[in-house]
């Protein structure tokens, strides 16, 4: 509805009512002056803000209204101002010869005295100049002491450690995609880390190791955030004051400070979101120069930064389709415009998606590409993947090995379960805990390289040693009976009629027996998935499932992690359901048996394709899958935008460095109000233009600001906030500041136009004019003043708590929830 209102306006603001075709005069009545122009001299063109194709269907007059005394001086920065400057390209030339033929010489001359290009000069030169200034400030904020402290800081551990992987070129598992990594570890390659620190835990000193080259790395892209959003908010709303204001937010909030300068991903991923939304409007400001080189330039570098974006995180898919909203919406009217040519509409749609789909998907595949080609060793995240992955990794059991083809009795084997990311068949010599089924040994399944993977594969009916020399080998086949003895404790694989540990309705299995001898329970009957019975089993390639004897279920896991007595494996059951699921399927992946022969595996290593289909898998399971821990902080997405509670980056107790991620409460919970306010304002004013209310020509372009650049904003919060409601994965804190981003942008833009409309509706007072700076002022010296009092939290403290008189940040613990 407000995109609705505001493309409304755009037509409306550029007709009234008609007019003879011949009117065009300059009168002067009293303090207005009216210029009048036939609607039928006016050449289609685009409009500056909603870049829609405007032309009039009957011939109406223009007409630019001044008044003097009924806007405030503060509005010439923005759009209501700048709607009555001549606009650039083909329309204006058009319009100018059109009026230069019938406007008296007298007008023309006094017009031409005007110094129109010195003050524009002025203007521009006062824009870049305030620019630069934003920018210094954000370089100033982030990098000032970036070397406090000199530990670990939270999540440093992971990707300091991820990076450290590239530079080792040792393979790992995470649940995010390989960009943000390998740029961490490309900058610390760069700054001359060796990639020898461990990383092991927060608090853990970086001594001698260069660690300043990755935190400047994530300092200097979480340091473009305010520039691109000044540049976006300023495009948006063609406002100074408002660009100033939000980029004042987001440099003084205590929050992107503190993210911005440690080893993490979130400066990345902002990096290119930000990037992204800018990009994007910038194409759009060039919807009048359609193919020309900015507008290619700016198209090209909006599908860069989606690739970006998607290439740090999945949370980068919520700005690809905030992109393609509007792509979609830009198409639709390009297709209703009749002026437009088929051919011509379709050169728009093909330079789309080669823009927007084909280069950020080219450009996607390439960051895998290189992520496989550097991690070539074997790592601890070997596990997660097929067996057939692993062929490839150097180092790995299987690069370069040679095992026996078929499976035999006596044979020491591993079994791996071929749904992604779950992991190895796995026993320790721990028990369940009582009330958790039979108090027997724990099966589970585990995804590292372990002892207590091997099983040794042997009859059902008998104990004798398979690999006595005197005995022939002994193919398994489909359809036999077994028995799997755990290789470390000699207990068997059993299962019985209790019920699972997490899933109801799947028994319960078992490590059961003592050297091997159990009972019945301990039989299972094994099947090849496909194949038909006597046919022998082969290694790797097989894909097969362990059937219980005597309860007839189908040995499987549930991908669940079970609690600490549990060592956080994932669970093992025997399901009663029969159905193929890849939960149920295995395949034998180590095989040791002196008495066979052995076969290279060079022929089992994937394609590249097949490669980056798994990756994708395993990534989107191991994201489903990260679960709170037992004691573990976690918090919910409701307590995010109030500021609700904080995290603790670094120390606890007072004789600690302490860093606390919280955001500036001032500034949070004035984009809270923000929020509200526009979808109660906007909404106002969209059934008010769709009742037929008609608004004074000095607030069109304030309410098409509000309607059209305010509503690409909230869309932007929308999307980057609401969909954490559905996730069922573990969400922090700092998984919201992508949509703080975009609350901080239409924080600026809303203050703005509603002091603006103040400063319209107060112009008969005295000071009604000067509203608009002071409530400006205001807003900038409070972001400062708060940031001023909370900016310890950010840059560290050390001493006195919060709630001792001493502390710096006595006083200042305005919510029982903030823990600093």
């Known amino acids: 509805m407000l995109y609705a209102s505001g493309r409304f306006l755009a037509a409306r603001a550029a007709t009234t009512l008609p007019a003879p075709p011949r009117a065009r005069a300059l009168v002067l009545r009293g303090k207005r002056r009216e210029l009048q122009i036939p609607g039928h001299l006016e050449a289609p063109c685009f409009d500056s803000l909603t870049g829609q194709r405007t032309r009039p269907s009957t011939p109406p007059v223009r007409r630019v209204l001044l008044r003097k005394g009924r806007m405030p001086p503060a509005l010439g920065g923005g759009l209501a101002g700048s709607e009555l400057r001549p606009r650039r390209g083909r329309c204006a030339q058009q319009a100018a010869r059109a009026v230069g033929r019938d406007v008296v010489p007298k007008v023309a001359t006094r017009t031409l005295k005007r110094p129109v290009w010195s003050s524009r000069s002025f203007e521009a030169a006062g824009r870049w100049a305030t620019l630069a200034v934003v920018t210094l400030l954000s370089f100033a904020t982030r990098f000032h002491r970036l070397d406090q402290p000199a530990h670990i800081c939270w999540d440093e551990t992971h990707f300091g450690k991820m990076g450290s992987y590239y530079i080792n070129r040792t393979f790992f598992f995470d649940v995010h995609p390989p960009l943000g990594k390998m740029l961490i570890g490309l900058a610390g390659y760069l700054s001359g880390y060796d990639g020898t620190f461990l990383f092991q835990k927060p608090g853990d000193s970086y001594g001698h190791h260069s660690y300043m ?226 108090r027997q040994q724990q099966v589970t399944t585990y995804l590292h390289k372990d002892y207590n993977n091997l099983w040794i594969i042997k009859k059902h009916n008998t104990n004798s040693d398979p690999l006595d020399p005197s005995f022939p080998v002994e193919f398994v086949r489909h359809g036999d009976i077994i028995r799997l003895e755990h290789k470390e404790t000699t207990r068997n694989l059993h299962s019985h009629f209790h019920e699972a540990p997490l899933t109801r309705k799947h028994f319960q299995v078992t490590g059961y027996g003592i050297n091997g001898t159990g009972d019945s329970n301990d039989f299972w009957r094994i099947e090849v998935v496909n194949r038909k019975f006597g046919s022998r089993i082969k290694v790797l390639r097989s894909r097969i499932r362990l059937i219980h004897l005597v309860t007839g279920c189908v040995l499987g ?22 159905k193929e699921t890849a939960n149920s399927i295995w395949n034998i992946e ?231």
């Open 213 to 438: 080259g990755m935190r400047g790395f994530c300092a200097f892209l979480g340091s473009w955030l305010i520039p691109f959003a000044y540049l976006t908010v300023l495009d948006l709303s063609k406002s100074f004051s408002a660009a100033l204001l939000t980029a004042a937010l987001l440099t003084f909030d205590t929050g992107c400070l503190t993210l911005s300068q440690y080893i993490l991903l979130d400066p990345i991923l902002m990096f290119f979101i930000m990037a992204a939304m800018l990009c994007m409007v910038k194409y759009n400001s060039c919807a009048d120069r359609p193919f020309s080189a900015p507008w290619w330039f700016w198209l090209s570098l909006t599908g860069i930064s989606l690739a970006g974006a998607l290439g740090v995180k999945f949370v980068g898919l919520f700005i690809i389709v905030q992109v393609g909203l509007n792509t979609i919406s830009d198409l639709w009217h390009l297709f209703g415009d009749l002026s437009l040519s088929l051919v011509t509409v379709g050169k728009h749609l093909t330079a789309r998606i080669l823009c927007l789909i084909v280069l950020p998907l080219v450009l996607y595949v390439t960051i895998f590409a290189v992520h496989v080609m550097v991690l070539n060793k074997s790592g601890p995240g070997d596990g997660f993947f097929s067996s057939a992955f692993q062929a490839r990794l150097s180092g790995n059991s299987l690069h370069n090995a040679s095992i026996p083809e078929y499976l035999a009795y006596g044979s020491v084997i591993t079994v791996k379960n071929l749904r992604m990311a779950i992991g190895y068949l796995h026993s320790h010599r721990h028990l369940y805990p009582e009330g958790i089924g039979a």
């Open 557 to 578: 896991s549930s991908g669940k992690i079970l609690p600490r007595w549990g060592w956080e494996q994932l669970e093992v059951t025997c399901t009663p359901y029969q």
């Open 590 to 820: 180590d095989h040791i048996n002196p008495k066979l022969p052995n076969i290279s595996l060079d022929v089992l290593q994937p394609s590249f394709p097949e490669i980056l289909l798994e990756s994708h898998m395993v990534m989107i399971r191991g994201n489903n899958g990260l679960k709170p821990k037992d004691n573990e902080f976690t918090s919910k997405p409701w307590h995010w935008p109030i500021n609700y509670q904080g995290l603790r980056f670094s120390g606890a107790n007072d004789t600690d460095f302490r860093v606390y991620l919280l955001g500036n409460p001032v500034v949070w919970w004035l984009n809270l109000v923000s929020i509200v306010l526009y979808l109660l304002l906007g909404s106002t004013i969209a059934i008010a233009l769709k009742r037929g209310v008609q608004l004074p020509a000095e607030l069109e372009g304030l309410t098409r600001v509000l309607l059209r650049g305010g509503g690409q904003l909230l869309l932007g919060w929308m999307l980057h906030y609401f969909p954490f409601f559905l996730m069922g994965r573990i969400l922090y804190f700092h998984h919201y500041f992508p949509a703080m981003l975009f609350s901080s942008m239409l924080t600026g833009v809303l203050w703005d136009t509603l002091l603006r409309l103040c400063a319209w509706g107060l112009a008969s007072f005295p000071l009604g004019s000067r509203i608009h700076m002071v409530g400006i002022l205001s807003l900038l010296l409070a972001a400062a003043y708060s940031f001023y009092l909370f900016h310890p939290l950010a840059y560290g403290m050390v001493g006195p708590l919060a709630q001792e008189p001493e502390s710096p940040m006595a006083g200042l613990k305005w919510l029982e929830s903030w823990d600093f």
